[in-house]
Every structure is written in structure tokens, then in C-alpha cells.
């Protein structure tokens, strides 16, 4: 899945997102990552991408050298906390 990235505001580039990119375990290294990633690119590009980001977990290192790999360095960090709440009341 990939789509070109909306804003509600006004951004200086034009990304496209790639959303899901899966191979499953028993399939890695036949090049099907590859094939689909460049896909996807070539896709945004056609639709006016100029930039093209997706996301990987930071404990996914398999994920973070294909991307590494494929010409992708880091653009965002992504902070994530855990809200406890009390549903004892």
C-alpha cells in the first residue's frame, strides 16, 4: 500500500508514504522486497512524489538494512508513551 502524503498544511516537498511492504519470512531474498519497494516508487513518482518515506519499527533491524539498503536514511523520529489508566473507579 502507498499513497502521496495530504497535509492540512502548507509542506516544501511532496512525499509519497509507503504504508505496508511485506514479504513473507520463507520468500526474503528473492528479490520480492525489491521488486514491490521499486513499484511503489516508480508509482509515486508518476503521481508528483518528489520524496518518498515509510516507517520501520527501530527493533526491526532485518527491515531498517533493506531500507538502508535501498537508498532510505532516517527523516522522522516517532516518540511513543504508554498512558496507564485507572479503571478501578
Same mark, same amino acid.
Given at each position: 500500500?502507498?499513497?502521496?502524503?495530504?497535509? /492540512?498544511?502548507?509542506?516544501?516537498? *511532496?512525499?509519497?508514504?509507503?504504508?505496508? /511492504? $511485506?514479504?513473507?519470512?520463507?520468500?526474503?531474498g528473492?528479490?520480492?522486497?525489491? !521488486?514491490? /519497494? &521499486?513499484?511503489?516508487? *516508480?508509482? /509515486?513518482a508518476?503521481d508528483? !512524489?518528489?520524496?518518498i518515506?515509510?516507517?520501520?519499527?527501530?527493533?526491526?533491524?532485518? !527491515?531498517r538494512?533493506?531500507?538502508?539498503?535501498?537508498? $532510505?536514511?532516517?527523516?522522522?523520529? &516517532?516518540? &511513543?508513551?504508554r498512558? &496507564?489508566?485507572?479503571?478501578?473507579?
Amino acid at each position: 500500500m502507498f499513497s502521496i502524503e495530504r497535509r /492540512l498544511y502548507v509542506v516544501s516537498a *511532496t512525499r509519497g508514504t509507503v504504508h505496508n /511492504l $511485506y514479504v513473507v519470512p520463507e520468500r526474503r531474498g528473492e528479490g520480492i522486497g525489491s !521488486a514491490l /519497494l &521499486e513499484a511503489a516508487e *516508480t508509482e /509515486l513518482a508518476a503521481d508528483g !512524489a518528489d520524496r518518498i518515506c515509510l516507517e520501520a519499527l527501530v527493533g526491526n533491524e532485518e !527491515a531498517r538494512r533493506f531500507y538502508e539498503n535501498n537508498g $532510505y536514511g532516517p527523516h522522522r523520529i &516517532e516518540f &511513543e508513551k504508554r498512558v &496507564e489508566t485507572d479503571n478501578s473507579t
